[in-house]
C-alpha cells in the first residue's frame, strides 16, 4: 500500500525531536562529561604510571633507597619547599615578603613567585616536614601527568579522533626527554608543561571566537605557575597559532585577523592579570648578583641534534632534548608521505618544527626564547615546546588515517636515523631496544588500526599499543635515568635525612633570634641550609641573590660560588660577630654532633653609632672589618718571600710561578713567606682568588678560588707561635695571585672589648618578625643605627614614630640615621615591584569583569571546528 502523500504544511513541518524522559538529561550529560576525561584521565594515568614504575626499577625515592635530591633539585628545591612548610605552618622567619634566615637577611618574594608557584608545591603543608622531600617528587609527577592529560585535550581541539590514541601520543609529550633530563631536576619548570597545553586550548577558543574570559583566565594560570617557562610556551603557541591560521581552509581572511587580534588581547589581558609575579621578579633580577655567562660558542653537530630525536640515550655534551617516545617518532618521519593531509599543513608544520630546533642555536633567538638573558646551567630549557609540537604533528598525521605504505615510509626513515647516528653518545643499547622492539609493535599496530577488524580484534590492537607506550615509557625513563646518574655533577645532596635533622634539633635548642644568630654554616648539606635545617646564616644560593648581599659578604670575607650566585656563611671571628653569630655549625672529628658554639659574645643584630668612618683608599679585607666593627683588632704586616719558588711582584701583591710538584712529596712545593705578628695572636689568610694549599701554624687547607667565579673566605691559619713568626706556604694550582697583605693577626681581648663595647651600645629591646624589625633604643643614642642587614633597596625605616626613609648603606649593611637622639626605630621590607604589578593586575581584572558582565568583546560569533580545520 503507498504512503499518503505529505501535505504542504506537513512538508515544511520542522523535524519534531523526541524529548527525553523526565531524569534522563542529567545522566546523558554525565556520560558525556566522563567520556571526555576517559583519555586525559587514561594519558595521565599512563605517564605517571610508567614514571614511577622506572623509578621503583631503578631504586629511586621515594621507592628506593637511592635520592632524587640531585643538582638544583637538592640545593633550591627542597630547602624551598621546607621554607614554604614552616610558612604554611607560622614558624618560617620571615614572611613571603623577607627571610631572615639566608643570606643573613634577604628578600623573598621573587623566590616564591619563581619557584613555588606551581599548584602543586602547595601540597607540602600537608606532609610533615622531615619529609619535605615526598611533595617535590609529587610536583613533578602531578605535573607530568597533568601536561599530558591537557596535551591529550589539545590534539583534540587541534583536530578530532580517536581519544585513546591521543592519550598515547600525549604520553610521548609527558615524559619527553627533556622532562626525564631537565625538567626533574626544576620542579617550577614542570609547570611548562602544563602552560604549554593549557595556552593551545586558550588560543584555540581564540580561533573559534569563544570563552574569551576563560581563555585570559588560562594564560594568567600559566604565567603564574612560572612565568618563565609560560614565557616560552607563549611564544611556541603563538607560532602554532599562526601556522593553524595560515594553514585552515575556507577561512576568510578578516576572520583570521580577528582571531588574530582576539588572541593577543587574551594574551595581554591574561599576562596582566599576572603582572605582580612579573615586576617583583624583573625588579629583582635587575638588582641581582650577575650569573657566569653560558657560551654558545661550540653548537652540537647537526647529526648530534638529530640524534636527540631517539629514545632512551643521554649524550655528554649540552643539546636540546626533544625526544618524544618510539610511536611519536615515527609519525612525525611518516607525516610528510600522508597524503589526506593537504601538502601545505605538511610544508607548514615540517617548517615550524625545523625553525623552532634551528632557534635553540642561534644566540638572537636563543635570548628571544630565554626572555633575552643567557641562561646559567640548562643551556637548552625552551626544548619542551619543541617536544609538544612534534607530538601535535604525529596526531595530525594519525588524525587523518595513515595508510600502511605511508607509516612503512616512516618506519624506513626512522631506521636510517638511527644508523646514521648509530656512532653518537646520545645512542646507546636502550636506543636499539626501543627502536626495534618498541617500533615493530607500534608499526604493526598503527597499520593494523587502518584495516576493518572485528571490535574484539580493534581491542587488542589496542591493547597491544597501550602496553607498548607503557612499557616502552617507563624503560626510556629508566635508561635515561641511570645513564644520568653516572655522571659526577648529578651526585645527591643531603636533604633531610639523619645528619641534617640531628643538626636542625641542635640548631633550634640554641635558638636566640633576634639578639643572636644561629648560623647553620660554614658546613652545608646543600647549598641553602638555613632553609633546610633552620637558623639564619650566610649560605643562600638562588637566581635573586641581591647584588648588594653578594657583594657586601664577600668583601666582609665570606666567599661565594658561582659569581656570587651563591653566598656562604663567615668562617672567621670578625665576620661572625659583626653579624651577630652566637654559635654556628661545623663539622668536628670524632664526635657525633656537627654542632659547635661560638666562643664569643657577637654584637647584637643593632648597634648604635656615633660616627660612621668612611674608607682611607683602597682597603684590605681587615681594614674593612675593623671599619665596621668600629675598632682596630688586626696586625696586617707586609709578607717577606722566604722559600720555596722565587714569586714575581705584580699590581696589589705576587704573582706565584706554576711549578711542577714533586711526585714524592706534592705539598713540597710552593712559595713560603713570612710575617711578623704579636705572639699567641690568631693569624688568618684571605686571598679570593687563589686556588691550591696553604699552610700555616695550625695544619694546612685547600683554596678552591676562581677569579670571579669562587671565592675563597677568611680562613684560619693558626696560633702565632712565642717567637712571633709567621710562615705560610702557598702552593698554587698553575700560577697564582697571592694579595700583598694577605695575612691578618687577630687579637682575641681586643675583639672582646670592641664587641662588649657594640653590645653596650645595643637596643633596649629588639623585635624582628616578618618583614618587619622595631627596637627600642637606650636613653641618649644619637648619630646612626647600623643593623647587621645587607642593604638591600626595599627597606624604609622610621624614627620616634616619623615618615620612612631609605636607610644609608655603611660598609654594605643597613645604616640609619638618628639624629640628636632617638628612642624609637621601625623598619619595614617592601618588595620592589609590587605596587606597580598590583595595580596592572587590578587593571586586567577590571577589563576582564567589564567583559564578563557587558559581553564588551565584538565578533561573539562562534566558529566551528568542521568549518575551519577540516580538509
Not at 599512563?46 to 628506593?64: I, N, R
Not at 609560560?230 to 582571531?259: E, G, K, N, Q, S
Request: hydrophobic share 45%; with cysteine; proline share 9%.
Amino acid at each position: 500500500m503507498a504512503p499518503t502523500p505529505a501535505t504542504p504544511q506537513e512538508a515544511v513541518r520542522p523535524l519534531e525531536v523526541a524529548r527525553p524522559l523526565p531524569g534522563s538529561e542529567r545522566p546523558a550529560a554525565a556520560r558525556r562529561t566522563r567520556g571526555r576525561l576517559t583519555a586525559p584521565s587514561l594519558a595521565a594515568a599512563l605517564s605517571m604510571g610508567a614514571y614511577c614504575l622506572a623509578l621503583a626499577l631503578y631504586g629511586s625515592y621515594p621507592f628506593g633507597p637511592r635520592s632524587r635530591a640531585v643538582n638544583d633539585l637538592g640545593n633550591q628545591f627542597v630547602p624551598f619547599h621546607a621554607r614554604l612548610w614552616d610558612l604554611m605552618h607560622g614558624t618560617a622567619g620571615g614572611d613571603l615578603f623577607f627571610n631572615w634566615s639566608s643570606g643573613y637577611g634577604v628578600p623573598f618574594l621573587a623566590d616564591f613567585f619563581t619557584y613555588l608557584m606551581n599548584p602543586f608545591s602547595w601540597l607540602v603543608g600537608l606532609f610533615p616536614r622531615a619529609l619535605a622531600d615526598l611533595p617535590v617528587f609529587l610536583v613533578t609527577l602531578l605535573s607530568i601527568g597533568l601536561g599530558a592529560a591537557l596535551m591529550t585535550v589539545f590534539l583534540g581541539r587541534l583536530r578530532q579522533g580517536s581519544g585513546l590514541l591521543r592519550a598515547l601520543l600525549s604520553v610521548g609529550y609527558g615524559l619527553c626527554a627533556w622532562v626525564l633530563n631537565d625538567g626533574f631536576a626544576d620542579p617550577m619548570w614542570m609547570w611548562g608543561l602544563v602552560a604549554l597545553p593549557l595556552l593551545g586550548i586558550a588560543a584555540d577558543w581564540c580561533l573559534r571566537r569563544t570563552r574569551w574570559v576563560a581563555g585570559t583566565l588560562l594564560v594568567a594560570l600559566a604565567w603564574a605557575g612560572n612565568f618563565y617557562t609560560a614565557a616560552m610556551a607563549t611564544l611556541a603557541m603563538a607560532l602554532v597559532l599562526v601556522m593553524r591560521l595560515l594553514t585552515a581552509p575556507r577561512m576568510p581572511w578578516r576572520d583570521r585577523l580577528h582571531a588574530l587580534a582576539r588572541a593577543v588581547s587574551m594574551a595581554l589581558t591574561g599576562i596582566l592579570l599576572a603582572a605582580p609575579v612579573l615586576t617583583v621578579t624583573l625588579q629583582a633580577g635587575r638588582a641581582a648578583q650577575p650569573a657566569p655567562a653560558m657560551s654558545y660558542d661550540d653548537p652540537p653537530t647537526l647529526l648530534y641534534q638529530m640524534a636527540q630525536l631517539l629514545p632512551g640515550g643521554h649524550g655528554e655534551a649540552p643539546v636540546p632534548n626533544i625526544s618524544i617516545g618510539v610511536p611519536g617518532l615515527l609519525l612525525v618521519a611518516a607525516f610528510p608521505f600522508v597524503r589526506a593531509v593537504p601538502l601545505r599543513m605538511r610544508l607548514g608544520w615540517y617548517a615550524l618544527a625545523t625553525a623552532v630546533a634551528a632557534s635553540f642555536t642561534w644566540e638572537p633567538t636563543i635570548l628571544l626564547w630565554h626572555g633575552f638573558a643567557l641562561p646559567n646551567g640548562s643551556p637548552y630549557r625552551a626544548a619542551f615546546v619543541l617536544s609538544g609540537i612534534l607530538v601535535m604533528i604525529s596526531w595530525l598525521a594519525l588524525a587523518h588515517r595513515p595508510r600502511p605504505r605511508e607509516l612503512a615510509a616512516g618506519a624506513a626513515l626512522v631506521a636510517l636515523l638511527a644508523w646514521l647516528c648509530r656512532d653518537e653518545g646520545a645512542v646507546g643499547t636502550a636506543t636499539w631496544i626501543l627502536v626495534a622492539g618498541g617500533g615493530a609493535p607500534t608499526l604493526l599496530g598503527l597499520a593494523a588500526l587502518t584495516v576493518p577488524h572485528t571490535s574484539r580484534t580493534r581491542a587488542a590492537v589496542r591493547a597491544v599499543l597501550t602496553g607498548t607506550v607503557l612499557l616502552g615509557s617507563a624503560y626510556t625513563a629508566l635508561s635515561v635515568t641511570e645513564a644520568r646518574d653516572e655522571i659526577a655533577w648529578f651526585q645527591p645532596k643531603i636533604t633531610l635525612a639523619g645528619p641534617a635533622l640531628t643538626a636542625r634539633d641542635g640548631l633550634l635548642a640554641r635558638a636566640g633570634w633576634p639578639h643572636t644568630r644561629t648560623d647553620p654554616g660554614p658546613h652545608e648539606f646543600a647549598n641553602n641550609d638555613p632553609l633546610l635545617i633552620g637558623g639564619e646564616g650566610g649560605s643562600y644560593y638562588s637566581s635573586f641573590v641581591p647584588a648588594v648581599t653578594a657583594r657586601t659578604l664577600r668583601g666582609l670575607g665570606a666567599g661565594w660560588y658561582m659569581k656570587g650566585r651563591h653566598t656562604l656563611s663567615f668562617e672567621d671571628p670578625v665576620g661572625r660577630a659583626l653579624m651577630g653569630v652566637g654559635s654556628y655549625l661545623s663539622p668536628v672529628p670524632q664526635r657525633r654532633t656537627l654542632f659547635t658554639p661560638h666562643p664569643a659574645r657577637p654584637a647584637p643584630l643593632l648597634t648604635v653609632r656615633s660616627t660612621l668612618p668612611r674608607p682611607a683608599g683602597e682597603e684590605t679585607v681587615f681594614a674593612r672589618q675593623e671599619r665596621v666593627l668600629g675598632a682596630t683588632v688586626y696586625q696586617v704586616p707586609a709578607l717577606t718571600p722566604t722559600a720555596g719558588a722565587a714569586p714575581l711582584p705584580e699590581r696589589g701583591g705576587w704573582l706565584l710561578p706554576a711549578v711542577r710538584r714533586p711526585a714524592a712529596d706534592p705539598n713540597g712545593a710552593g712559595t713560603t713567606f713570612s710575617a711578623r705578628c704579636t705572639p699567641g695572636s690568631t693569624a688568618l689568610w684571605y686571598a679570593p682568588w687563589f686556588s691550591g694549599e696553604v699552610s700555616g701554624p695550625g695544619g694546612h687547607t685547600t683554596a678552591i678560588g676562581s677569579h670571579d667565579v669562587t671565592a675563597n673566605p677568611v680562613g684560619t691559619l693558626g696560633r702565632v707561635p712565642a717567637d712571633g713568626t709567621v710562615s705560610v706556604r702557598f702552593t698554587g694550582h698553575g700560577a697564582q695571585h697571592v694579595p700583598a697583605r694577605a695575612i691578618g693577626c687577630l687579637s682575641g681581648r681586643q675583639l672582646t672589648a670592641a664587641v662588649s663595647a657594640l653590645r653596650a651600645r645595643g637596643p633596649a629591646q629588639l623585635t624582628a618578625d616578618g618583614h618587619r624589625l622595631t627596637a627600642r633604643l637606650r636613653p641618649g643614642s644619637r648619630g646612626s643605627a647600623v643593623l647587621a642587614l645587607p642593604a638591600v633597596a626595599g627597606w624604609g625605616c622610621s624614627v620616634d614614630g616619623g615618615p620612612l626613609h631609605e636607610p644609608h648603606s655603611f660598609g654594605g649593611l643597613l645604616a640609619v640615621p638618628l639624629g640628636r637622639g632617638a628612642r624609637r626605630l621601625s623598619c619595614s621590607y617592601l618588595p620592589p615591584g609590587l605596587h606597580t604589578g598590583l595595580a596592572a593586575s587590578g587593571a586586567a581584572a577590571l577589563a576582564i569583569a567589564a567583559v564578563a558582565g557587558f559581553g564588551a568583546v565584538p565578533g561573539r560569533r562562534r566558529l566551528h571546528a568542521t568549518t575551519l580545520f577540516t580538509s
